[in-house]
Structures are given as structure tokens and as C-alpha cells.
């Protein structure tokens, strides 16, 4: 059971908005530490999409946006592409486990 | 760039150690950068199992904290993973990972992972 709650999959059409929400808790989002994402596709590692809440590194299109507020964190995905099909992971540290906490991912199916 | 890449057995008995090394390229492990150990089961989420500093100190999952030891080896830019009395719920594709700045701080980059099976 992952200490971050994340829906197991959303599916969207072409060109459309999608957005993964990631659930935390008093001792990790709430607390005000920072949430950041991950995309994986099928066989590789992961790679970092958003980091500190909000911020894309160089390479992320900006099609990729993220937020955070109060104990949840969302990734929204505009003008949804095939290549955008993979997995979707938010991160975060809890200060309760002294550690870094994932959510369970999110598959995202484009349709 | 910084690059990682993971080594070591794919295949460890049950109840036996897992032993794995992630060397560092295009830059030095003695930094302000902490790194990182995580994990994803087949098919399964992704889990954090600790970080090391340059100095050596550590932080570990709790839930993994009795059977895990890491070490680093600043004169080959290499940092390892020890995980102790492993079963087939340890096996997993280990990912060796930069942790910039700080233990609160991304995962970035990743080394390309190293699956690992526990089975006799």
C-alpha cells in the first residue's frame, strides 16, 4: 500500500486535458513538503516530469503542468498525444518516515 | 551529465543478500547531492529504499531497515546496496537514482534499472 494515493488509470482522447491527482497526508504533502512526477514508459526507468510542485526541467513540454494545494498535488496533461500513454508516479517526503514516499501510479490510456 | 548505472547479480537465492553497485559518471558523488535506492515489483508501484551521503550517512525505509546497508566508495564514485534475507517478495527492478540537494528533494537522473529475481 502506497503512502501517497494516486486512481490506478484515466484514459482520454486525443488532444484532450487529462489530470492525475495524488492524495497525501498531514505528515508528507500537508506538511509542506514538495510533490513531484514521474513518467514511465513501458520497460524504462523513470523519468522526471514535474519537480517541486510545479516546475518542468528542460525537455518537458509544456503540455505538462502541476500543482499543489492543502494535502493533494495534480499533474494536468493538455493536448493528450499517443506518446503520452505510460505510467504516472507523484512523489513526496514524509517527515513521519524520515524518507521519500511514491503513489501506486496512474496509468494514463490514450484512446 | 550526470549518469548512473546499476550493477550486480540478477539472480540471488532466498535467504541469501542481495548486493548491487550504481557508478556514477559526469560528475562526483562528493557533492551536496544525496543518493538514492528504489525499487518497483513486477507490474507494482515504485518504492523508496534509502539514501546515502558523501560522508556516509544514511537514511533508510523503516520498513526494509533491518535488512538494508548501503556504503559508498567515493575513490571509484560508487555507492551500493545491501539487502539482507531476501525472499521472492524482494524481487524487483532496482533503480540507483540522484537525489539533488536534499533528501525532500526529485529523483533525477535514474540509472536504467536492474531487475533483480530471488529464487533458488
Known amino acids: 500500500q502506497s503512502v501517497l494515493t494516486q486512481a490506478p488509470s484515466v484514459s482520454g482522447a486525443p488532444g484532450q486535458r487529462v489530470t492525475i491527482s495524488c492524495a497525501g497526508t498531514?505528515?508528507?504533502?500537508?506538511?509542506?513538503?514538495?510533490v513531484h512526477w514521474y513518467q514511465q514508459l513501458p520497460g524504462t526507468a523513470p523519468r522526471l516530469l514535474i519537480y517541486?510542485?510545479?516546475n518542468r526541467p528542460s525537455g518537458v513540454p509544456d503540455r505538462f503542468s502541476g500543482s499543489k494545494s492543502g494535502t493533494s498535488a495534480s499533474l494536468a496533461i493538455t493536448g493528450l498525444q499517443a506518446e503520452d500513454e505510460a505510467d504516472y508516479y507523484c512523489?513526496?517526503?514524509?517527515?513521519?518516515?524520515?524518507?521519500?514516499?511514491f503513489g501506486g501510479g496512474t496509468k494514463l490510456t490514450v484512446l | 551529465q550526470v549518469q548512473l548505472q546499476e550493477s550486480g547479480p540478477g539472480l540471488v537465492k532466498p535467504s541469501g543478500t542481495l548486493s548491487l553497485t550504481c557508478t556514477v559518471s559526469g560528475g562526483s558523488i562528493i557533492s551536496s547531492d544525496w543518493w538514492g535506492w528504489i525499487r518497483q515489483p513486477p507490474g507494482k508501484a515504485l518504492e523508496w529504499i534509502g539514501y546515502?551521503?558523501?560522508?556516509?550517512?544514511?537514511s533508510y525505509n523503516p520498513s526494509l531497515k533491518s535488512r538494508v546497508t548501503m556504503s559508498v566508495d567515493t575513490s571509484k564514485n560508487q555507492f551500493s546496496l545491501n539487502l539482507s534475507s531476501v525472499t521472492a517478495l524482494d524481487t524487483a527492478v532496482y533503480y540507483c537514482?540522484?537525489?539533488?540537494?536534499?533528501?525532500?528533494?526529485?529523483?533525477?537522473?535514474w540509472g536504467q534499472g536492474t531487475l533483480v529475481t530471488v529464487s533458488s
Open positions: 546515502i551521503y558523501f560522508s556516509g550517512s544514511t
Open positions: 512523489q513526496s517526503y514524509d517527515g513521519s518516515l524520515s524518507g521519500s514516499v
Open positions: 498531514s505528515s508528507n504533502i500537508g506538511a509542506g513538503y514538495a
Open positions: 537514482a540522484r537525489n539533488p540537494s536534499g533528501r525532500a528533494n526529485w529523483f533525477d537522473p
Open positions: 517541486a510542485n510545479s
